[in-house]
Nanobody, 126 residues
Framework: EVQLVESGGGLVKAGGSLRLSCVVS????????IGWFRQAPGKAREGVSC????????YYGALVKGRFTISRDNAKNTGYLQMNSLKPEDTAVYYC???????????????????WGQGTQVTVSS
């Protein structure tokens, strides 16, 4: 059974940090790129970041570049999203997803991903 389980969300004040984790099982983690998306109420799902399967390529949306860092540990089947300098507008449900193209092709497009987690809530207060 394919599973992606996010954790690490919560409530934080503006300027604070959170680290999200995504533990994967049921498929070969090392063969997939891992992406992070977010969705705020009433808004479309937005691509945040993606990391290629061998960690040699990372991609970020303009709104988070310089504040968020994506990483992965293939030995632990886990992806991470370190979020610093958080802003109220970062408030959303954050999802991790597995992309069968190992190099994050069209990483910002939800339809490019094969598997999804259930999401974790991130709330940033002002």
């Amino acid at each position: 059974e394919v599973q992606l389980v996010e954790s690490g969300g919560g409530l934080v004040k503006a300027g604070g940090s959170l680290r999200l984790s995504c533990v994967v099982s049921g498929f070969s983690f090392a063969d997939y790129a891992i992406g992070w998306f977010r969705q705020a109420p009433g808004k479309a799902r937005e691509g945040v970041s993606c990391i290629s399967n061998r960690r040699n390529g990372t991609y970020y949306g303009a709104l988070v570049k310089g504040r968020f860092t994506i990483s992965r540990d293939n030995a632990k089947n886990t992806g991470y999203l370190q979020m610093n300098s958080l802003k109220p507008e970062d408030t959303a449900v954050y999802y991790c997803a597995a992309h069968s193209d190992p190099d994050c092709k069209d990483y910002y497009t939800p339809g490019e991903y094969d598997y999804w987690g259930q999401g974790t809530q991130v709330t940033v207060s002002s």
